[in-house]
C-alpha cells in the first residue's frame, strides 16, 4: 500500500525556515518524481514544487529561490527547505507522488499534510 | 487568480447529473493532459480522472471526464451525498514551465 506520511510542520516566524518532510513507502520511490502541493485555509491547491528521478528540481515564480525541494532515495524520503517565509506561505503543505504515463503525468497518490503557520 | 477558471459552486438533487467546466490556454489545457482532483471535506486531494478521461482503479464510472481545444469538463452522473466535496482540475502549463491548477468547485448535493 503506498504510503505519504508528511511532518515538521508548524508555527514560524516571517523571515524565518522550517524543513518539511515526506515519509514514503509502499513503493520503488527512487523510480518516481515527487511534488508539493499546499493549501491555504479555504484556498484551492497549488502546486510549490517538483523534483525528477535524476534529481532535477521545477518551482513556481512565487516560491522560486525560497524553497529548496529535494530527495535520498536511500531513506526514500522527500523535503522541502523552505527558508524567507511570509505570511502568504501558510498553508497545508501536501507531498504527492508524480506518475508519469505515455503521454500523461498526474499525482496520483497524496500525503495527508502538515500545516504551516507563519506568523509573528 | 488560477490559471484554470472553474465555477465556485455547482448544486444539483441527487440522482441527477453535474457538469463542472475548467477554462484554460493553448499553453496548458489546449497542449497538454488535464487531470481531475476530489477533495472530500477535511481530506486530502485524491486522483479522480486522468489523461483527460481516464478512470483510476476505484473510481465510480458514475465520474467521467471530455476534453475539447482549451476546455475540459468533469461530468457526475446519479448523484450522491457522498459526492459532495471540492473538485479541482489541473494541468501542466508550457508557457509557466509548472503544474496550474483551477480554483475548485463545490459541489453540493441537494
Known amino acids: 500500500e503506498v504510503q505519504l506520511v508528511e511532518s515538521g510542520g508548524g508555527l514560524v516566524q516571517p523571515g524565518g525556515s522550517l524543513r518539511l518532510s515526506c515519509a514514503a513507502s509502499g513503493f520503488t520511490f527512487s523510480s518516481y518524481d515527487m511534488h508539493w502541493v499546499r493549501q491555504a485555509t479555504g484556498k484551492g491547491l497549488e502546486w510549490v514544487s517538483a523534483?525528477?528521478?535524476?534529481?532535477?528540481?521545477y518551482y513556481p515564480g512565487s516560491v522560486k529561490g525560497r524553497f529548496t525541494i529535494s530527495r535520498e532515495n536511500a531513506k526514500n524520503s522527500l523535503y522541502l527547505q523552505m527558508n524567507s517565509l511570509r505570511a502568504g506561505d501558510t498553508a497545508v503543505y501536501y507531498c504527492?507522488?508524480?506518475?508519469?504515463?505515455?503521454?500523461?503525468?498526474?499525482?496520483?497518490?497524496w500525503g495527508q499534510g502538515t500545516l504551516v503557520t507563519v506568523s509573528s | 487568480q488560477s490559471v484554470l477558471t472553474q465555477p465556485p459552486s455547482v448544486s444539483e438533487a441527487p440522482r441527477q447529473r453535474v457538469t463542472i467546466s475548467c477554462s484554460g490556454s493553448s499553453s496548458n489545457i489546449g497542449n497538454n493532459a488535464v487531470n481531475w482532483y476530489q477533495q472530500l471535506p477535511g481530506k486530502a486531494p485524491k486522483l479522480l480522472i486522468y489523461y483527460d478521461d481516464l478512470l483510476p482503479s476505484g473510481v465510480s464510472d458514475r465520474f467521467s471526464g471530455s476534453k475539447s481545444g482549451t476546455s475540459a469538463s468533469l461530468a457526475i452522473s446519479g448523484l450522491q451525498s457522498e459526492d459532495e466535496a471540492d473538485y479541482y482540475c489541473a494541468a501542466w502549463d508550457d508557457r509557466l514551465n509548472g503544474w496550474v491548477f483551477g480554483g475548485g468547485t463545490k459541489l453540493t448535493v441537494l
Open positions: 523534483i525528477g528521478t535524476a534529481g532535477d528540481t
Open positions: 504527492a507522488r508524480g506518475r508519469i504515463g505515455g503521454d500523461y503525468v498526474d499525482f496520483d497518490y
